[in-house]
């Protein structure tokens, strides 16, 4: 869409937050970083444009406390400090969001780059670029039925 910012549901967390926030509490700042983090080829100006809308939306918060302190006030928990709020943010970041992706000492970039990586997907798909992914299409699906699961146990057990 036309000037649409894209925003990203986070566990915990009241309302969508907008991507380019996410990137700030993830302590990627400047907008060139956050750009290289989603958009791969320095020449696409189609997906350059898709995301203008996301970082003009996001110009009030510039700074990692800011954009902590702005996922934390949407918490589901009220009435607390900044310190808390911040901690709270940041936990939710690590535990919550991409929670197979571990943000131990060295390894807090990754979480950002898959960020960026499921972004680029999107606008992709929103592109025409690529097909949509369909998780949920039956042919994906593993079905285990009735017969081979009872096999299984009467193996193991007799």
């Not at 131990?104 to 949509?132: N, T, V």
Request: glycine share 8%; proline share 4%; hydrophobic share 40%.
């Amino acid at each position: 869409g036309g000037g649409a910012t894209i925003k990203t549901t986070l566990p915990y967390i009241r309302n969508d937050i907008p991507i380019v926030v996410v990137f700030r509490a993830l302590g990627i700042i400047p907008d060139k970083d956050i750009l290289e983090h989603i958009c791969y080829d320095r020449n696409d100006t189609a997906m350059f444009e898709m995301l203008k809308p996301c970082l003009e939306d996001s110009f009030p918060i510039q700074e990692q406390e800011v954009a902590l302190d702005f996922i934390g006030r949407r918490g589901t928990a009220t009435g607390l400090s900044r310190e808390k709020r911040l901690k709270y943010a940041e936990e939710i970041l690590q535990k919550e969001m991409l929670p197979h992706i571990s943000m131990s000492e060295g390894q807090q970039g990754k979480k950002a780059y898959f960020f960026g990586y499921m972004i680029h997907r999107l606008l992709l798909a929103a592109l025409d670029r690529r097909d949509l992914d369909d998780r949920d299409h039956f042919g994906k699906k593993r079905l285990d039925l009735a017969g081979p699961l009872l096999a299984g146990l009467f193996r193991m057990l007799f």
